[in-house]
């Protein structure tokens, strides 16, 4: 018996060769259709990055500023269409000199979410105009009205700390420019009863678990009862990151009623 095994065929061996390099063809194909998507979905992310950090940004910041006019405009017409008497005196003030103060109005705790402020700061330029409203949660104040109010703290004017937080990058980057303030700088709070004008001090850079920046004195635990206003801004840093905490104090100058007018401050400096 011939125990040799029997041998293939040439047409055999060829249709053999053929379907191994269709077989490869097969995988190569799949391996490059799984690369392209692969590619498109890393460019649909980087698109969307690129969005929401720049052209986002100056969407949300131009929508945080525009918001924050229209709430400045509608507390002046409500004052003018009130028939609330003036408690000051009508005439104007001589040219250069700054409109009638008074002690600072206390207004009351906001709410969660509850829009009772606008700040302005010269040094971010003559449109900046950013609402703060009560609350530091991302859903509910910083991500959608601009700049948040530790609950706890004080409030414009008031002896103690009024601390708030917003964001230095995305979401209209209210604080963008935390880094940019000089010492004297003027930092404006307006509310429906006037303005407090607030100047800049010192920055510092803190660990995020550092809470006494919140303290009715900052950094002082050994002071309880403050006799000065404090205004401190946070945010993270550095940009871009959340390591640290970039912290803006300043000291309260003035409290300016509406009926006297905007002060000076609103308008000194340069952007």
Known sequence: MDDDPPVESADAQRARAAGRRRAGRSRASAIGVIG????????????????????????????????????????????????????????????????????????????????????????????????????????????TIGIGHYPGTQMPGEPGNFAVAAHRTTWGKPFNRIADLRVGDAIVVETQEGWYTYRFRTLEYVRPNEVDVLLPVPQRPDIVQATTSYLTMTSCSPMFGLAERIVAYSVFESFTPRAAGPPASLTEGVA
């Open 36 to 143: 392209e998507i692969l590619i498109t979905v890393g460019v649909v992310v980087l698109l969307y990055v690129a969005w929401q950090m720049w052209i986002g940004d100056w969407i949300f910041g131009a929508e945080r500023n525009a918001a924050g006019q229209e709430r400045s405009t509608q507390w002046q017409e409500s004052y003018e269409e009130s028939d609330l008497p003036d408690p000051l005196p009508t005439t104007e003030p001589d040219a250069g000199e700054e409109p009638p103060t008074s002690e600072p109005i206390i207004l009351p705790q906001p709410a969660d979410a509850e829009v009772f402020a606008v700040m302005r700061v010269p040094r971010f330029g003559p449109d900046y105009a950013v609402e703060m409203a009560g609350g530091v949660s991302r859903a509910r104040t910083l991500d």
